[in-house]
């Protein structure tokens, strides 16, 4: 009787402990949406500039001519990428203030963003030889 009592104490204890749960991996996040191309236009005509080269990958896989990138500042467009033999080269318009790239993949349809970073003007961020590498998370 003492041997059950004993089991039974232990199981109730592991089983309050979640020792069932310890090694279960977390679900993973699908990365494939349904969001439509975006179709982003640069909505300011200023003459501050900044560009930027940069090569862009998601989850490994590297993007194509039918993603977009741009740059925001806030909600507005500040500039809308042009995609060449795997770079992107971007020219940030408007006046000098913290900006984000978001990003569409037309493999995913979705949009991913990255964390923002302060814009100065007439600079240049990345070249053909060593362009800009932005991370980028899931835009929610």
Not at 13 to 24: F, S, V, Y
Not at 58 to 86: H, I, P, Q
Not at 109 to 114: E, G, I, Q, R
């Amino acid at each position: 009787m003492k041997k059950i009592m004993l089991i039974m104490s232990c199981a109730l204890l592991l089983t309050a402990m979640g020792c069932g749960n310890r090694n279960k991996p977390e679900e993973p996040v699908s990365l494939n949406g349904n969001v439509p191309n975006p179709g982003w236009s640069v909505v300011t005509g200023d003459e501050i500039i900044s560009s930027m080269t940069a090569v862009i990958s998601v989850n490994g896989l590297e993007a194509s001519g039918d993603d977009v990138l741009a740059a925001f500042a806030g909600d507005e467009c500040r500039g809308v990428a042009d995609y060449e033999d795997g770079l992107y080269f971007l020219y940030i318009s408007g006046p000098a203030e913290q900006v984000a790239l978001r990003f569409w993949s037309a493999h995913y349809k979705n949009v991913f963003v990255s964390e923002p970073f302060p814009f100065v003007n007439d600079s240049q961020l990345g070249t053909v030889g060593s362009p800009f590498t932005p991370e980028f998370l899931l835009m929610k």
